[in-house]
């Protein structure tokens, strides 16, 4: 299977939340192309689902490191941060969302 392939697997797998196999096809799938944000974002909440907030927060700082300027990824971060009670960096992320937003 190519990442493509392997990504709407675990979407397919997530959507009847079985979270456990959605990670693991979307982590195929980043063994396959280790830039392949997509992946790196659904496998972000794919760990959110089954309330491993760490490792949720590191897969979306990968994600980041792949794409700076992705807002979409700040604000994922900001919303796990807010979940883990880290406040200050939570407005932090959104104010780099929320920059990146405007210019684009």
Known sequence: MNKN??????FAHFS????????EYFDKA?????????????????????GELDKAIDTVKKQIEINPND???HTALSRLYVQKGMIEDAEREMAISNQLSMNQ
């Open 30 to 50: 980043i063994a396959l192309d280790d830039k392949f944000d997509t992946a790196y974002n659904a496998l972000a909440e794919a760990y959110n689902k089954m």
């Open 16 to 23: 009847i939340q079985e979270f456990k196999e959605a990670a």
């Open 71 to 73: 807002p979409i990824a």
């Open 5 to 10: 392939e392997l990504l709407n697997k675990g």
